[in-house]
């Protein structure tokens, strides 16, 4: 998603340095160029042998013995940002900035840059809030600088208290919506279903699965942000519905999903059914609270349709279908078996057994398999991530 883009990063020294090892390796896993500059204290945290071995390039440091070679590195470094972001940001290199110092490696790259720059600050919380620091932000958005609040939480030095470096997946995002700036899905109308259904079974009962909407939400929301007009048909959730989504249509049950979809579907471009739909509703809905007596009860299930194949015998050819499979057992050969029953351009498997992947968990693995067999595999990536490489794959094959 982020090739051909190089991100310089500046860490100055704070417990959080540790926090962007990982930032670095998933930056390289969605194949950006990553550069890093450290402040002497921030080795004092984190090795450069570390950065330099998760970046694939070496790590610059503040040591004077290199001072020769700042002019050219620091102006090369500058010169070839696509983005620059400085992470942890201490006090120091924010005041620093604002001033305009330049008497270190990360202060001299980031005052000669003209990329965007984003700061993420992490300090403990009264040097936070003082003053001067809120001033000095305050100064640097309006010189357009970026900011990722730092969160509420215990902090290093013990206190409670806003000062925390922001988590990683908010740093990436953060980084992957302002580069994605060009849009790739202007224009493009997506219809996404997500979430589970419920089949009711009497006014106080229901058949549903473990689905919270997190996957379909995350590609919905990457959608939107990269100008796609996004609806959402959504069974019950308990997450916050995207705010940049053109449409929304609440559902509960499968039957009512497809009555939406049926009515939405000759607009779109693409759709996504990421919803974990039921197969069977119970046959008979009973109007009263069933009551329970001393034996077993038997519930006859009867199907619903499907509504991921329906759409592949009604697509029209320019549409683009996606379906997900989740797979417990025989996880590639189920998953084929969809693409092909469902006739759809792309599905997605995920193998729901593996930790950290499927349902309810913020991260997710797949498997994208396309029509013609080819197979793409991705580890274990936040869902917000996946929804871009995603989305990043469609735009490639509908570009075509
Ligand atoms: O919501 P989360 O907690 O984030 O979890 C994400 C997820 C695990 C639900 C998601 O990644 C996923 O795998 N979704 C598909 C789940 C599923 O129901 O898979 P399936 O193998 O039963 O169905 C295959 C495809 O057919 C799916 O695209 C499904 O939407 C569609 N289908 C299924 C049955 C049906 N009656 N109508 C359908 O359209």
Redesign the pocket.
């Known amino acids: 998603m982020l090739k051909g883009k190089t991100i310089v990063i500046g860490v100055s020294g704070g417990i959080a340095v540790y926090k962007m090892c990982d930032v670095v390796s998933r930056l390289k896993k969605l194949n950006a160029n990553v550069h890093v500059i450290m402040t002497k204290s921030a080795t004092e945290f984190v090795s450069p042998l570390t950065f330099q071995s998760l970046s694939m390039n070496p790590v610059v440091v503040d040591m004077f013995e290199k001072i020769q070679k700042w002019d050219i590195e620091h102006i090369s470094l500058a010169k070839s940002a696509d983005l620059f972001l400085v992470s942890p940001a201490t006090a120091n290199i924010i005041g620093k900035i604002v001033n305009g110092i330049a008497d270190d490696m990360l202060s001299t790259t980031v005052m000669a840059t003209k990329a965007p720059v984003i700061i993420a600050p992490a300090m403990n919380t009264n040097m936070y809030n003082n003053p001067i620091v809120q001033n000095n932000i305050t100064k640097l958005k309006e010189f357009g600088y970026n900011f990722i609040d730092p969160e509420q939480g215990r902090l290093a030095c013990g206190d409670l208290g806003i000062g925390k470096l922001a988590n990683v997946t908010t740093i990436i995002e953060s980084i992957t919506n302002t580069l994605i700036n060009n849009k790739p899905l202007d224009e493009k109308k997506i219809l996404i279903?997500?979430?589970?259904t419920r089949e009711p079974l009497d006014p106080v009962r229901f058949m549903t699965?473990?689905?919270?909407?997190?996957?379909?939400y995350a590609i919905a929301e990457a959608a939107a942000m990269q100008g796609a007009e996004v609806t959402l048909i959504s069974g019950p959730?308990n997450i916050p519905k995207p705010s940049n989504i053109k449409k929304y249509i609440p559902i509960k049950t499968?039957t009512e999903m497809f009555e939406a979809v049926k009515e939405n579907l000759s607009q779109q471009d693409i759709v996504i059914?990421?919803?974990?739909?039921?197969?069977y509703r119970p046959k008979i809905y009973e109007n009263q609270k069933i009551k329970k007596s001393d034996g077993d009860i038997n519930l006859t299930l009867t199907r619903?349709?499907?509504?991921?194949?329906w759409?592949g015998m009604h697509k029209n050819p320019q549409q683009y279908i996606v379906?997900?499979?989740?797979?417990t057992n025989d996880v590639m050969e189920n998953g084929i078996k969809?693409l092909h029953n469902?006739n759809v351009d792309l599905i997605?498997v995920?193998d729901?057994t593996s930790v950290n992947a499927?349902?309810?968990?913020d991260t997710?693995c797949?498997t994208l398999i396309d029509k013609n067999g080819l197979k793409q595999n991705h580890a274990v990536m936040p869902?917000k991530e996946l929804a871009y490489v995603i989305l990043d794959y469609i735009t490639k094959q509908i570009s075509k």
Request: proline share 2%; glycine share 12%.
């Open positions: 279903t997500a979430g589970p699965n473990y689905s919270s909407g997190k996957m379909g959730v499968a059914k990421t919803a974990a739909v039921a197969d619903n349709t499907d509504i991921l194949k759409i379906g997900f499979a989740a797979e969809k469902k997605i995920n729901i499927g349902f309810e968990s997710n797949v869902k």
